[in-house]
């Protein structure tokens, strides 16, 4: 049994965590916690210039962390949420750097998944990227974690992710709204 309370006071403390996700298994640290979205950079070795996007408990935490979304954009939510589909929303003001770009913050609510009851446990956003190294490919279990990424960790998650495609990405700070990689939700872009 997973102890989620404890896994919540290694967030609270800064710490960084592999955890399952319903895609891949991701690195998950808190958001609005400058030194810990520092951390999961590092740990990735990833390009200040690569955002990060967030993993939230609901669809109401989006107003957290974004300005309201379109009609378009929540109907989106509504229909895929949670599960796979990361929605670009124009970002609040305050958030760290490294999680936005040109003003956009990327959003999802995970479906079924470890990383699901720790957002939920936590109720703060937390870091969405998948745990490994930048460029290299994507892992299933703490298992497949190389060495140094392991050795950065403060915290490991049991489980495996199924695998398979990443999350969906769809711009929502346009009118239509644009598909940005094809993912693990099938959506037509002639819908948008």
Not at 19 to 34: H, Q, R, S, Y
Not at 110 to 123: I, M, N, T
Not at 126 to 155: C, H, I, K, Y
Not at 162 to 172: E, R
């Amino acid at each position: 049994m997973v102890d989620l309370a404890a896994l919540v006071r290694v967030l609270e403390r800064g710490g960084v965590v592999a955890c399952p996700t319903e895609t891949w298994l991701g690195l998950l640290a808190d958001a609005l916690n400058e030194k810990a979205v520092a951390r999961v950079a590092e740990l990735k070795g990833r390009p200040a210039d690569m955002p990060i996007a967030l993993l939230l408990a609901d669809a109401q935490a989006v107003a957290d962390v974004a300005e309201v979304p379109s009609a378009a954009a929540r109907a989106l939510m509504e229909a895929h949420w949670p599960g796979p589909l990361t929605i670009l929303l124009a970002a609040k003001p305050g958030l760290s750097p490294r999680l936005t770009r040109e003003g956009k913050l990327g959003v999802r609510v995970p479906g079924p998944s470890p990383a699901a009851d720790l957002a939920r446990a936590f109720g703060g956003p937390l870091t969405a990227t998948s745990a490994n190294r930048t460029g290299e490919p994507s892992l299933r279990s703490a298992d497949e974690l190389p060495v140094a990424l392991a050795q950065g960790l403060d915290g490991v998650v049991p489980g495996v992710s199924p695998g398979g495609a990443p999350s969906t990405l769809i711009d929502a700070t346009t009118s239509p709204m644009r598909l940005l990689r094809a993912g693990a939700i099938e959506i037509d872009p002639a819908t948008l």
